[in-house]
């Protein structure tokens, strides 16, 4: 069995009921007297174990709230698909942070959860501090994914016919991916993907990630694959002046590197990490840097 958090046990689990009568569930971590809140957006099927080392950093001095997207896992899903786009996550938060009376957070995204903190900082610029923004883009996620150095012409329209077909024959999808996600595949990579990285947790991160994917919620977050490409917050970047921290690495396949320097220059109140080999998952490669750079960041 994969190893877990320690303070995973001392979560507080709520629901909330946002507006369009989603059941939102949101967790807790630390003292409610706590005045700094740090808010996590999770990425596409990840929960808060994959922020496992920022949280070790940052629980002392701050309380912790993060919630799981409608449609996936715990939270319910909306009466139409086309209520998980990325302004209805951004929503959820804003209703979470109304049920537990919190005015403002620091806001730390990574991957999907950049593209939701984007839009947050957007629609409820008083109620944020200042965010991170780790491996992520500002939209049309589809259209530069496994793209890592320039654009492919028709690539977005590929992962959509995958996508489509995906959900079309669900019986066919999950057998392919109860292949691929067994522990017999999925243990070894990540052990020798942590060996490599000298990260033991990687393992532990990437079965119990491959698990929450792979499971009730599988067809919804194949859809939310969609809604990252749909979205599109390029032009608000300039009306953006909160602090920001923008952590990313150079091998990025998934959000490559060029769009947190196109990121950069739009931001007007901006600073960048910018890590040579990391990857999509460099809060795992790189947990004492980036742990140490965020919590200076949000001592300032």
Request: glycine fraction near 8%; proline fraction near 5%.
């Amino acid at each position: 069995m994969a190893k877990r958090p320690s303070w995973e046990k001392d979560i507080e689990h709520k629901t909330v009921v946002t507006q369009d009568g989603v059941s939102i569930r949101y967790m807790c971590l630390g003292d409610p007297e706590k005045k700094s809140v740090v808010a996590f957006a999770n990425g596409l099927g990840g929960r808060l174990y994959s922020f496992w080392p920022l949280v070790d950093a940052l629980m002392e001095n701050h309380r912790i709230i993060t919630w799981d997207y409608r449609g996936l896992f715990e939270s319910g899903s909306p009466k139409t698909t086309r209520h998980l786009s990325i302004p209805n996550h951004a929503r959820d938060l804003a209703a979470v942070m109304e049920a537990e009376k919190i005015d403002s957070v620091k806001l730390i995204g990574w991957s999907m959860g950049v593209q939701v903190a984007l839009e947050f900082a957007t629609l409820y610029p008083e109620n944020l501090e200042r965010m991170v923004l780790i491996n992520g883009t500002y939209g049309r996620a589809l259209m530069t994914g496994f793209q890592p150095f320039f654009t492919l012409p028709g690539m977005d329209r590929l992962l959509h016919f995958a996508i489509d077909t995906a959900r079309a024959h669900p019986k066919i999808s999950r057998a392919v991916t109860a292949v691929g996600g067994s522990r017999r595949i999925i243990g070894p990579l990540g052990g020798l993907y942590g060996a490599i990285r000298r990260n033991p947790k990687i393992r532990d991160i990437l079965e119990v990630y491959t698990e929450d994917v792979l499971g009730k919620s599988f067809f919804n977050y194949l859809r939310l694959f969609q809604e990252l490409d749909a979205h599109y917050s390029f032009h608000h970047l300039k009306e953006i002046k909160h602090p920001t921290l923008i952590i990313y690495g150079d091998l990025d396949f998934l959000t490559p590197a060029y769009l947190s320097r196109r990121m950069k220059k739009r931001l007007k109140n901006v600073s960048t990490m910018h890590l040579w080999l990391g990857t999509h998952f460099v809060l795992l490669e790189y947990p004492e840097k980036v742990s140490r750079a965020v919590a200076k960041f949000f001592a300032e």
